[in-house]
């Protein structure tokens, strides 16, 4: 997937569904930030240039062992790079076409990646090499699911469990498939037995708790209908990550009750993080023809539009849900700077950020946009200095404060204090990207080449697969050219 999910510490966005009597609390977006453009680098320009042609690459290595092959797919692999991991696994695989290893880390490499048909592939690669290999046959399981293909998976499950195998996961992804078909007394029994062979602080724990939360409510809800229930489990699929099975269980709800607005949003919902857009603007478009006033749906179909991208249909109806009293109001300000600054909106994207700003004076990276506009879009650097030094007041500790100001310095010219600043930031974080680019920025305005081509290449080598480490190779070599 696109968005990653390197995972931090998640913004919950809650709203409130009401069925019936009943109310249910659905916590939206475990990993929201990276909607809310809160997770992003902090950089001083958002470019993703061409690598650069000047500053040396490495060249390829074109005579590496099966040993160093591995080695360096498991270095991508535990950076993130996936691709790049792929890639030296494939030729590992190449290498040493009997060995198992390299096909059992293109399963999770292609897993991760979302690429589940790849997967299953390398899955059955390994099989024909050792046939009874768990882990590729756990997978197996695992990429039915994805595929939404239940009945397989709930096949393969039954294999290794009749081989005698106790693994909670496995007792854990039957029981979910035993409530997509609605068999709720097996499911419960299946998630206390996984719960009991689980280790404390396993993160399936916390899963469970949150399907068996269902159960307790629909219990609680003596009078409720049946269809509570599924649509309190489709709201813990949800909840859990589970986006295929909430997929599922929805369709079942609205195969029933077709005008039931919620279980529209809660398909939305799960097409939405599968990124599958257009089938979740179709969802969230038949709960607005059922209830056109409710925030939230306005709100999904704003963060929808976004994702298409529909930019302008995006602003106006997240300006709905904001006008409709949508909760956190943040949330929608935050998308809504994102989109304004998008579409070349300066002004507003501004407000919007200062407007977060004031609300979120925690973390030091809201200052870095709107202080970018003033500088780079408006021309108002007195008012990126403003914000500069209300960084440093609110982080005098942190080295990017002094960055910040450093950088908006240089817009109002005070070049001297300017370059002060951003060598106490490099003093106070030796890694500190940003600050190495605007000092090689501020000395390039002073035709000082030397220190700027000595600070841009600092950048570089800091940051060679980013955005400022890209943009200060490019300034780096067009220096050169000079």
Do not use: C
């Not at 097409?271 to 603007?281: G, R, S, V």
């Not at 501020?442 to 600092?458: G, H, I, M, R, T």
Request: hydrophobic share 40%.
């Amino acid at each position: 997937m696109k968005k990653i999910t390197a995972i931090i510490a998640a913004v919950i966005l809650a709203f409130v569904i009401a069925l019936g009597d009943q109310i249910i609390k659905l916590n939206a977006f475990d990993s929201i930030r990276s909607f809310l453009g809160l997770e992003e680098e902090t950089i001083t320009i958002p470019h993703k240039p061409k690598l650069p042609t000047i500053v040396e690459k490495k060249p390829e290595e074109l005579n590496l062992s099966y040993e160093e092959r591995m080695d360096k797919g498991d270095d991508y692999y535990d950076r993130g790079f996936l691709t790049l991991a792929s890639n030296e696994y494939v030729k590992a695989a190449n290498l040493e076409p009997d060995r198992v290893k390299p096909y059992l880390q293109l399963i999770k490499v292609n897993f991760d990646l979302t690429d589940y048909d790849k997967a299953r592939n390398n899955a059955e690669e390994v099989l024909k090499l050792e046939p009874g290999n768990y882990e590729a046959r756990y997978f197996l399981v695992l990429t039915a699911i994805k595929q939404s293909d239940f009945n397989e998976a709930e096949q393969r499950i039954d294999q290794l469990l009749g081989e005698t195998i106790t693994d909670a996961r496995l007792l854990y992804y039957q029981a979910l498939i035993k409530i997509a078909f609605s068999q709720h007394d097996e499911a419960k029994t299946l998630l206390n037995e996984a719960k009991a062979n689980l280790a404390a602080g396993d993160e399936l724990i916390a899963k469970i708790d949150r399907i068996l939360a269902g159960y307790n409510e629909f219990e609680f809800a003596k009078a409720a209908e049946e269809l509570y229930l599924s649509e309190l489990l489709t709201r813990a699929f949800n909840q859990i990550g589970e986006y295929e099975l909430a997929v599922y269980k929805s369709k079942e709800i609205l195969k029933t009750r077709p005008e039931l607005r919620d279980a529209w949003i809660l398909l939305g919902f799960a097409y939405l993080n599968l990124e599958k857009y257009l089938f979740a603007l179709t969802s969230f478009e038949h709960a607005y023809e059922i209830d056109p006033e409710w925030p939230a749906t306005q709100y999904f179909l704003g963060i929808t539009y976004a994702e298409i991208p529909r930019n302008e249909d995006a602003i106006v109806y997240l300006n709905y849900a904001l006008n409709n009293g949508f909760e956190p109001a943040i949330v929608v300000k935050q998308k809504l700077a994102d989109l304004y600054l998008d579409v070349g909106n300066y002004e507003e994207s501004v407000k919007a950020y200062q407007e977060v700003l004031d609300y979120n004076k925690q973390d030091i990276n809201a200052f870095v946009r709107p202080i970018w506009i003033y500088l780079d879009f408006l021309n108002q650097p007195d008012k990126a200095m403003k914000l500069g030094e209300a960084a440093v007041i609110s982080f005098p500790e942190d080295a990017m404060a002094y960055n910040l100001l450093g950088w908006s310095q240089i817009g109002t010219g005070n070049l001297i204090e300017a370059e002060k600043n951003l060598k106490k930031a490099v003093g106070m974080d030796a890694d500190l990207t940003a600050a190495y680019y605007n000092l090689a920025k501020l000395y390039e305005s002073q035709d000082e080449v030397e220190p700027a081509l000595e600070n841009y290449q600092k950048a570089y080598e800091l940051d060679q697969n980013g955005s400022i480490g890209n943009l200060a190779a490019k300034r780096y070599n067009a220096l050169l050219l000079k």
